[in-house]
């Protein structure tokens, strides 16, 4: 059965922690996204990355920066949270062609205060 | 303008009855496109790919218009386990070989007794 697993469910994080939220895929999968989600608007992409030690800016990728050093696992980092960047966070992968499904993870709601 | 835009929502209807969700995108390259499924406090799941002849799936039909870049998703008879946020998503990757899946805000069914 396909699996993406973030390592926490609910974090809460103080302003100016380094935060690090983690999240792996047992697809064999090239491509590996980060997304957060907020009320009203929706999934927004922070980052993704298309292969290892690749990665390409999404719509809002400021405040973050991301690692991929295994194919497997793809790291968000927050490198100074701030209280804006209080959300639920959504990792996702899917194959490296078109027409193919993404599959996500469980979602982490960070609480930044 | 976003990239991916949606009917805000939220729609109530009751069972049985037939209800349409349409969405818009600004990317005239954009190559493929789904409709996912989320319901509240989970994480987003593929409903159907939507291919250019429009396709179906039981009760749900999707139409794609590519020269007015419009999807569109149809209910039938909708049951109360349909009630849950449809989210519209469009690839704009793979031009680089890797797949980029920008999400719109996402609109809300709620189907009542």
């Known amino acids: 059965d396909v699996k993406v697993t973030q390592s926490s469910r609910y974090l809460v994080k103080r302003t100016g922690e380094k935060v690090f939220l983690e999240c792996v895929q047992d697809?064999?999968?090239?491509?590996m996204f980060w997304y957060r989600q907020d009320p009203g608007l929706g999934l927004r992409l922070i980052y993704f990355s298309y292969d290892v030690k690749m990665k390409e800016k999404g719509d809002i990728p400021e405040g973050y920066s991301v690692s991929r050093e295994k194919k497997e696992r793809f790291s968000l980092i927050l490198e100074s949270a701030s209280t804006n960047q209080t959300s639920m966070y959504l990792c996702?992968?899917?194959?490296?062609?078109?027409?193919?499904?993404?599959?996500f993870g469980q979602g982490t709601r960070l609480t930044v205060v | 303008r976003k990239e991916v835009e949606q009917d805000p929502g939220p729609f109530n209807v009751p069972e049985g009855a037939t209800v349409a969700f349409n969405c818009t995108y600004s990317n005239s390259a954009s190559q493929s496109f789904f409709w996912y499924r989320q319901d509240c406090r989970k994480e987003p799941k593929l409903l159907m790919s939507v291919y250019s002849s429009g396709n179906e799936d039981g009760r749900f039909t999707a139409q794609l218009n590519r020269a007015s870049q419009y999807i569109s998703l149809l209910i039938r008879d909708s049951k109360l386990s349909d009630s849950a946020t449809y989210l519209c998503?469009?690839?704009?990757?793979?031009?680089?070989?890797?797949?980029?899946?920008?999400f719109g805000a996402g609109t809300r069914l709620a189907v009542h007794p």
């Open positions: 697809m064999d999968h090239e491509n």
């Open positions: 998503v469009v690839n704009n990757g793979f031009s680089g070989g890797y797949n980029k899946l920008i």
């Open positions: 996702a992968s899917s194959p490296g062609h078109k027409n193919t499904e993404a599959f």
